[in-house]
């Protein structure tokens, strides 16, 4: 099963937002805005949704009880509130998954259930209901009638929400979804110790850390019982009257035992994450290992303080965790809470929502991090994250984006905002592909995302040499066959708003200095743009061109002229069409294999074309 769609409503500062999780391209979802604007409320909304509990909640609050409902109650209407706070989501069946859901409600209720009565898609929303300010009731909707029949009856009728057919039914449902697991920043605040016998005053974070060592002994081929296993061990007198003076005053039994717990879950640990971390950046760990190292001390009360830390060995050299960079850390705690987050979770797909990931590392760290997303988001695990940095936001998922605005922050105004003025919040949630439509005075595709963003090139910006295309749907097509002729990377592809549409991003380059060029497409207004950014711009001639001067059969052709019959083949299938696909099928099947980095096998002609563009640009750059 799969995930469509999630609606939030009145949930704190969100009156009611929609976010997409269709298409999916290389299943990563960015949420793109400044500070204030209400991300992180998206993200915690999204995370409220379970279906039927989680112990994973608990784990990320102050205290292990539940949420108070009432702190998702939008500040301004605090008093008197009376509504519906809700989250909805869209799911779909995927294969076989209707059949195995109605199969164990009949087995588990005696009961014949109508699979007309399923819909291939359901809407199911959590949430609460409020009157006057206070809680009423909590909501638990389906957006279906499930019907049945007892043996020996002949109409089918719909089945009683307590019925335990429909228990059965709902809860299959809820163990093929893709588990939903939000990770606030402070997750990636890993202690200096973990300690696993605490005491009053336990931060979330200490929490959340002990159990993943927890887990990874419950991981074990034989499960390791931390608490009885080690803790007790240390901690528990082996004779009457003995009092603890320290791990040497143990038996000699004893310590072994706690040697053998504590290296089964470091191979254990070692073995897992450095084999996941391999897979997304590449490269050798054979000599590398991480180890878990057990230390003892005392709680304020003197009572015996069990605790462990990460090390890992590089080489001959070992280091703490601790001692390594920031983005080492980042990436090694992400890397602990996705393998380790629960035991009974393996093999599940997952929607990972994370808050604001790693954007105090540098550029290339954020950039890295970046690159490893779609390796994590595999086998049907979604990644959604939010963002304010502009190293963090790749192009090619603009697709998959949405734009989070708040109506109570004015950013250009920083006086009211350090003096006062009290606004109600109010944040929306809008697909970039419509932001792009509702703004257009914007050069570039691109450029909404950076005026959002707030991003001005500074003095150090070394700017890339650039060609200029006539639109996204020339970027993506052209992008995409570079990439697949592992010819990208030299030079950038810029899109724009059409042929008439270059001149402020020409006057810009210009004044910047970049080395740059542009191609439009060979029909009248391509002609006509090329002809007049020379003449106007004074352009030298082979540095605006058209697509016939990479192949006489471009001319009088639009991008689409790149591709050959087998090519358009390919797209109609993946759409399942019968006719010819149209522009936006077109750019929607390139930006999912961009995306998504999807080798597909396009026609020679295609290719051909590809490397005619890569030549022409490169002598109009002058670059090798």
Known sequence: MRFLSFTIKNFRGVQNARIDLIPQGAGVFTLIGLNES????????????????????????????????????????????????????????????????????????TIKVDSDSVPDRITVTRGYRFKDGDLVEPIHDWSMILLGKEKGNRKFTPIAINHLAWRAFTAMVAAKLPEVVYFPTFLFEQPEKIVLNPQKGERPADRVYRKIIENVGASLERPINVTNNIVNRITSPETAGEIFSG??????????????????????????????????????????????KLGVDKHPDGEPRVYVQFSLRDGTQPYDISERSLGFRWFFSFLLFTLYRSTGSKGRKTLFL???????????????????????????????????????????????????????VDYDD???????????????????????????????????????LKVVPSRLDALKPSVLVEGKGDYLILAYGLWLADIAGAYAVIPTRGA?????LVSILLGWGVNFALCCDDDTPGRK????????????????????????????????????????????????????????????????????ASRIEVSDGFKAKI??????????????
């Open 247 to 292: 791990l040497f005053s143990l038996s000699n039994n004893r310590q072994q035992q706690i040697e053998s717990a504590i290296s089964q879950m470091s191979h254990h640990l070692s073995h897992t994450v450095l084999n996941r971390w391999s897979k997304i950046f590449g490269g050798s760990t054979s000599d590398k290992e991480v180890r878990l």
């Open 414 to 452: 920083l006086k009211a905002g350090m003096y006062g003025g009290h606004r109600t919040s109010h944040v929306t949630a809008e697909r970039y592909r419509s932001f792009v439509g509702s703004n257009p005075d914007k050069t570039t595709y691109f450029q909404p995302v950076l005026d959002r």
């Open 500 to 504: 008439d549409h270059f001149d402020e």
């Open 611 to 624: 490397v005619n563009f890569d030549r022409a640009v490169r002598e109009a750059l002058t670059i090798n």
């Open 529 to 596: 743009a090329v002809t007049e950014y020379t003449q106007n711009w004074g352009l030298p001639v082979d540095k605006a061109f058209t697509l016939a001067k990479l192949d006489p059969q471009l001319s009088g052709k639009t991008i689409e002229g790149f591709l050959d019959p087998q090519d358009i083949d390919l797209v109609k299938q993946h759409f399942g069409l019968v006719e010819a696909p149209s522009k936006s099928q077109i750019q929607l099947f390139f930006s999912e294999k961009l995306a998504s």
């Open 38 to 109: 209400g991300k992180t409320t998206v993200l915690e909304a999204i995370g409220t949704f379970q279906l039927y509990g989680g112990d994973e909640k608990s784990l990320y609050q102050a205290k292990p009880s539940q949420v108070e409902p009432s702190t998702y109650v939008p500040k301004d209407a605090k008093a008197t509130f009376t509504g519906d706070i809700t989250v909805a989501a869209v799911i779909e069946f995927e294969d076989g998954d209707k059949a195995s859901c109605i199969a164990w409600a009949e087995k588990e209720g």
């Open 354 to 408: 994370l808050d604001e990931p790693a954007s105090n590392l540098h550029a290339g760290a954020q950039t890295q991090l970046l690159e490893s997303f779609p390796k994590i988001a595999t086998a049907g695990s979604l990644i959604m994250y939010s963002t304010h940095s502009h190293y963090l936001i790749n192009p090619e998922w603009l697709d998959q984006a949405l734009i989070i605005s708040n109506d109570a």
